[in-house]
């Protein structure tokens, strides 16, 4: 029987020592992609599973409502978009009100026809005038760099770059993402620990989990995604050169420790 949440022991030999962030974000990401993967084939094959997401969408606590509405996004019918467009009368979040538009889209080849037939048993207004909005307005092409912080950043730093208060620091409006931009390639290439002050607020305090390095992305990825984020939450920051990421890395060198507040501050104003 499969268990997702299991590393086996050839990945926790090539792991150790466990207690590198950059190796835990690595197990968390595997963890993810195979519970995602249970996910999808236990929606698929249950008879009953729409039946079971438009219970769970009117659950009290938002997780869970923001996991039926990822779930139906598996379902392969036309009436799954109604268990997305059903959280809309409920109360949403920024997590949320991303996981609806990405389901919505994904299941638009299914449903937009059925919509327009009026085949959809939508529960109000709102909802039909949601989707009605989504058909109207097609989806934006996404950038490499956006792309890249979907999958990497946007868990800890929220779709609109709020972070989270007093565990993960904002990027919108931020001196750190406005300014020197060598500062931040250093950061996503070898990651953050310790407290940190950004917008006059502390983080990193003790128990914080560190920023794991990001090193494993090409020179021309990491300037993608900073230019993404300098250009989106700066705002209008200047863009990143993989030239720039390139010589930062060799300047590096075989540096493979997180970097601090303190680190970083001092080597500016040097």
Same mark, same amino acid.
């Given at each position: 029987?499969?268990?997702?949440?299991?590393?086996?022991?050839? %990945?926790?030999? =090539?792991?150790?020592?466990?207690?590198?962030?950059?190796?835990?974000?690595?197990?968390?990401r595997r963890a993810?992609?195979?519970?995602?993967?249970?996910?999808?084939?236990?929606?698929?094959?249950? @008879?009953?599973?729409?039946?079971?997401?438009?219970?769970?969408?009117?659950?009290?606590?938002?997780?869970?409502?923001?996991?039926?509405?990822?779930?139906?996004?598996?379902?392969? =019918?036309?009436?799954?978009?109604?268990?997305?467009? #059903?959280?809309?009368?409920?109360?949403? %979040? @920024?997590?949320?009100?991303?996981?609806?538009?990405?389901?919505?889209? #994904?299941?638009?080849?299914?449903?937009?026809?059925?919509?327009?037939?009026? +085949?959809?048993?939508?529960?109000?207004?709102?909802?039909?005038?949601?989707?009605? =909005? !989504?058909?109207?307005?097609? @989806?934006?092409?996404?950038?490499?760099?956006?792309?890249?912080?979907e999958m990497a950043?946007?868990?800890?730093? +929220?779709?609109?770059?709020?972070?989270?208060?007093?565990?993960? @620091?904002?990027?919108?409006?931020?001196?750190?993402?406005?300014?020197?931009?060598?500062?931040?390639?250093?950061?996503?290439?070898?990651? !953050? +620990?310790?407290?940190?002050?950004?917008?006059?607020?502390?983080?990193?305090?003790?128990?914080?989990?560190?920023?794991?390095?990001?090193?494993? !992305?090409?020179?021309?990825?990491?300037?993608?995604?900073?230019?993404?984020?300098?250009?989106?939450?700066?705002?209008?920051?200047?863009?990143?050169? #993989?030239?720039?990421? +390139?010589?930062?890395?060799?300047?590096?060198?075989?540096?493979?420790?997180?970097?601090?507040?303190?680190?970083?501050?001092?080597?500016?104003?040097?």
């Open positions: 029987m499969l268990q997702p949440n299991t590393v086996s022991n050839h %990945d926790r030999k =090539k792991l150790a020592p466990a207690s590198s962030a950059s190796q835990l974000h690595f197990v968390r993810r992609r195979a519970r995602a993967a249970v996910r999808r084939q236990i929606i698929r094959r249950l @008879p009953e599973s729409l039946s079971l997401l438009r219970e769970r969408v009117q659950d009290e606590n938002p997780r869970v409502r923001l996991e039926a509405v990822v779930a139906a996004s598996y379902v392969p =019918k036309a009436e799954a978009v109604e268990v997305v467009a #059903a959280a809309v009368d409920r109360p949403r %979040d @920024p997590f949320l009100d991303y996981a609806m538009r990405q389901s919505a889209r #994904a299941l638009q080849p299914r449903w937009a026809t059925a919509f327009a037939a009026n +085949q959809l048993k939508l529960g109000s207004a709102a909802q039909t005038d949601y989707l009605k =909005k !989504l058909l109207g307005t097609p @989806p934006k092409q996404a950038s490499p760099g956006e792309m890249i912080y950043c946007l868990p800890c730093h +929220q779709p609109e770059g709020k972070g989270l208060p007093g565990v993960y @620091p904002p990027l919108a409006g931020s001196e750190w993402v406005r300014g020197d931009a060598a500062r931040l390639i250093k950061i996503v290439l070898h990651g !953050l +620990q310790g407290p940190i002050a950004v917008g006059g607020q502390n983080f990193g305090g003790p128990g914080a989990v560190p920023m794991p390095a990001m090193g494993g !992305l090409t020179d021309e990825q990491i300037a993608d995604v900073l230019t993404f984020v300098r250009g989106t939450f700066g705002p209008n920051g200047a863009p990143v050169k #993989a030239a720039e990421v +390139q010589a930062a890395r060799s300047a590096a060198g075989p540096r493979e420790t997180p970097w601090t507040e303190l680190e970083l501050s001092l080597r500016l104003t040097q």
